[in-house]
């Protein structure tokens, strides 16, 4: 047994779960209309002078901010805040909901048993995190009861994500989930419709696809996430391709 088999296994998937070729690839699929959010956190006006701050802010600073915020409630109840992990140049940024109470104590994003599922989903597809690989959240701090984040507390961590995004500077996004996949994308959205297609983050194709969390509670869901990560993997490989054309043209 191969190792990628080994993992498949692991996830319940195998022997469903193979990579599929260029040839294979299907036409993408309409989702239904996204309508504007009315609460969101891009709505920040351009003039705000914290966004202005972070937006200016290096990893260190970045750091530094993150652990000591306070302007939102999540603040109150969290054990430390979880700025991401990886490499600080990644071809790929996963983006995922919030801390739940393992990352809270470690201060690492995903490390419990949706973090377990989310590397083995990265090893099926010869990725790893911290290796071209960085793994974040919407927001910075546990809620609790590991609720879904609320639209003040997203917008309130909306700008360290930008800033996140902007210092990695990524060639694919995947959002993990509805909340990330609606931070992200400053618009409602339903993940069944939304996946199977490229969306765009200011320049930056985006995949929705099912949080690992979710997957956990849906195992029948866990085909279609393997599906939307060879939508992926097939994506950045069309993304490589591009950029090697280019720098190979005169």
């Given amino acids: 047994m191969t190792r990628r088999e080994s993992v498949l296994r692991e996830m319940g998937l195998a ?16 989702g239904e209309p ?18 202005q701050r972070i937006a200016a802010m290096g990893w260190d600073e970045l750091r530094t901010a993150v652990a000591d ?8 109840k969290r054990k430390q805040s979880v700025l991401g992990v990886g490499d600080l140049e990644a071809d790929w940024l996963f983006v995922g909901e919030g801390p739940g109470a393992d990352e809270d104590e470690k201060g690492e994003p995903f490390v419990g048993q949706a973090g377990r599922l989310l590397d083995a989903m990265l090893a099926a ?8 690989v960085y793994i974040s959240n919407a927001v910075k701090c546990r809620p609790p009861g590991n609720r879904t984040p609320e639209a003040e507390e997203t ?25 990330a996949a609606e931070t992200l994308l400053d618009t409602e959205v339903k993940v069944g419709a939304a996946r199977g297609r ?11 696809t099912y949080h690992p969390a979710y997957l956990l509670r849906n195992l029948t869901d866990k085909a279609k996430a393997w599906e939307d990560l060879c939508f992926a993997r097939r994506t950045m490989q069309g993304l490589s391709d591009a950029d090697l054309k280019a720098e190979q043209t005169p």
């Fill in 125 to 132: 597809i010869d990725l790893q995190r911290g290796r071209k």
């Fill in 155 to 179: 917008a309130a961590c909306f700008p360290y994500l930008q800033r996140q995004i902007e210092l990695i500077k990524p060639k694919l996004i995947v959002a993990l989930g509805k909340p």
């Fill in 198 to 208: 490229l969306h765009d983050y200011r320049g930056i194709p985006l995949i929705v």
């Fill in 34 to 51: 996204e309508t504007p959010r009315s609460e969101t956190p891009a709505a920040a006006p351009a003039g705000d002078a914290r966004t």
């Fill in 69 to 76: 915020c306070r302007d939102c409630r999540l603040c109150e």
């Fill in 15 to 30: 022997p469903l779960w193979r990579l599929r070729d260029k040839s294979a690839q299907t036409a993408e699929t309409p």
